[in-house]
């Protein structure tokens, strides 16, 4: 079956570095995504990464993908407080048109 | 850009009535259309997942007579809630997808509260 686990909570301080990591099980997963959800809003894709990759980079946006071990990660460089959200790691698995699995969320809360 | 509207943003209503909750691409066309429900700290949970008019495919576990889905154009999608009680409280989501995989947007959601 699909499952995808967060943890729920990270506390960064601004000026450091966040990293949010999730685990997922089906090993046929072909993309995986962060989602980015501030309060009262829908969910705003950041970034995805193909399974093929190992790591993709975007402006402060850093995700890394350990296909064996099923672990994926987003580091932000730099917190800003605009960055305290909510992150959902999402897989979609075999296939392009298959539905998303998303977990339940990592509340991300930079403090000043 | 691709934005996805969802009116109304909360909604109060009694048990035992009906709500429609209405998603609009604004400015795109929709191949797909998906509907979530998302419980607090925890994780969208697709419902179901409509193409413009044919029926909708709900999920194990979704009432279909409850959650009545309809997608009457490639820009707008309605949710209604009927018979509503107060488990049905929850927030709504819906998703649009204009043509790949990952150009699927989401709405803000809409609160719904049953008393």
């Known amino acids: 079956g699909e499952d995808v686990e967060q943890s729920l909570f990270l506390s960064v301080r601004e000026g450091d570095s966040s990293v949010i990591n999730c685990t997922y099980t089906?090993?046929?997963?072909?993309?995986l995504y962060w989602y980015k959800q501030e309060p009262g809003a829908g969910l705003q894709l950041l970034t995805y990464?193909?399974?093929?990759?190992d790591m993709k980079q975007d402006q402060r946006l850093t995700v890394l993908l350990n296909k064996k071990d099923k672990h994926l990660s987003l580091r932000i460089a730099d917190t800003q407080t605009g960055d305290s959200a909510i992150y959902f790691c999402a897989e979609r698995t075999s296939g392009g048109y298959s539905t998303l699995t998303f977990g339940k969320g990592t509340m991300l809360l930079v403090s000043p | 850009g691709a934005v996805v509207s969802q009116h109304p943003s909360r909604v109060i209503c009694k048990s035992g009535t009906s709500v429609k909750i209405e998603c609009r691409s604004l400015?795109?066309?929709?191949?797909?259309m998906f509907w979530y429900r998302q419980f607090p700290k925890q994780s969208l949970m697709l419902m179901a997942t409509s193409n413009e008019g044919s029926k909708a495919t709900y999920e194990q576990g979704v009432e279909k007579d409850k959650f009545l889905i309809n997608h009457a154009s490639l820009t707008l999608s309605t949710l209604t809630v009927t018979s509503a009680h107060p488990e049905d409280s929850s927030f709504y989501i819906c998703s649009a997808r204009r043509g790949g995989p990952h150009e699927q947007y989401f709405g803000p959601g809409t609160r719904l509260t049953v008393t």
């Open positions: 089906d090993s046929s997963s072909t993309y």
């Open positions: 400015d795109f066309q929709a191949t797909t």
């Open positions: 990464i193909f399974s093929n990759m």
